[in-house]
């Protein structure tokens, strides 16, 4: 049976979330410092867990009033398209319910999914400031 947790009911490891990012193809530079840094920054974290197997992970980004991002949906590959983003989702949406604009960046092969959440495309032009 797979829960959904938020990371104050069941806290993260950073190992645990490398192993994810990893299995993803995201992120090899990224170390265990800099995940414990991004774990303890103080946004809403859900965990998806098989037993005590972390096997999802998303998180949000906020000013706590107007604004929230969510980043970071990844699922183990082998539990992909099974519902288990879509719970991910679901329970940060409840727990940012005040905010006014919830908002996420995607690929556009994503967008589909992001679709079947509540989220709607929009036309905006996306920038980002990146480091060399």
């Given at each position: 049976?797979?829960?959904v947790?938020?990371?104050?009911?069941?806290?993260?490891?950073?190992s645990?979330?490398?192993?994810?990012?990893?299995?993803?193809?995201?992120?090899p530079?990224r170390?265990?410092?800099?995940?414990?840094?991004?774990?303890?920054f103080?946004g809403?974290?859900?965990?998806?867990?098989e037993?005590d197997?972390?096997?999802g992970?998303?998180?949000?980004?906020?000013?706590?009033?107007?604004?929230?991002?969510i980043?970071d949906?990844?699922?183990?590959?082998?539990?992909?398209n099974?519902?288990?983003?879509?719970?991910?989702?679901?329970?940060?949406?409840?727990e940012?319910k005040?905010?006014?604009?919830?908002?996420?960046?995607?690929?556009?092969d994503?967008?589909?999914?992001?679709d079947?959440?509540?989220f709607?495309?929009?036309?905006?032009?996306?920038?980002?400031?990146?480091?060399?």
């Open positions: 049976m797979i829960n947790k938020l990371y104050t009911e069941k806290p993260i490891s950073p645990e979330l490398m192993h994810l990012y990893h299995d993803a193809g995201w992120w530079d170390d265990t410092n800099g995940i414990q840094k991004l774990l303890s103080g809403i974290t859900v965990g998806a867990w037993d197997v972390l096997i992970f998303c998180r949000s980004i906020s000013d706590g009033v107007f604004r929230a991002y980043e949906v990844v699922v183990l590959s082998s539990y992909r099974k519902g288990i983003g879509k719970l991910m989702i679901e329970r940060l949406v409840i940012l005040d905010i006014d604009v919830i908002s996420l960046f995607c690929t556009e994503l967008a589909g999914f992001y079947g959440t509540g709607k495309k929009t036309k905006q032009i996306v920038m980002h400031h990146l480091k060399d």
